[in-house]
């Protein structure tokens, strides 16, 4: 992963995107997730309440609630 960076082109992706996160992942920073929506034209946060429940189907039902925004 020497070199590499997500953010280059993400303002160019022009479909709405759903980030989830948790605001406890000390994995993944939630700095690092607004960072990435912010450079999405049609990103959005999804926070979810631990990093164990975006492992569960439960997370699903909350993209749902996204995917019906649209």
């Given at each position: 992963?020497?070199?590499?960076?997500?953010?280059?082109?993400?303002?160019?992706?022009?479909?709405?995107?759903?980030?989830?996160?948790?605001?406890?992942?000390?994995?993944?920073?939630?700095?690092d997730v607004h960072r990435?929506?912010?450079?999405?034209?049609?990103?959005?946060?999804?926070?979810?309440?631990?990093?164990?429940?975006?492992?569960?189907?439960?997370v699903a039902a909350d993209?749902?609630?996204?995917?019906?925004?649209?």
């Amino acid at each position: 992963m020497i070199g590499y960076s997500l953010f280059p082109g993400l303002e160019t992706v022009e479909v709405p995107v759903a980030v989830a996160y948790a605001a406890s992942d000390t994995l993944h920073e939630g700095d690092d997730v607004h960072r990435i929506v912010d450079a999405l034209p049609r990103g959005r946060a999804v926070e979810c309440p631990s990093n164990t429940y975006m492992h569960t189907a439960s997370v699903a039902a909350d993209l749902q609630r996204f995917l019906t925004t649209l």
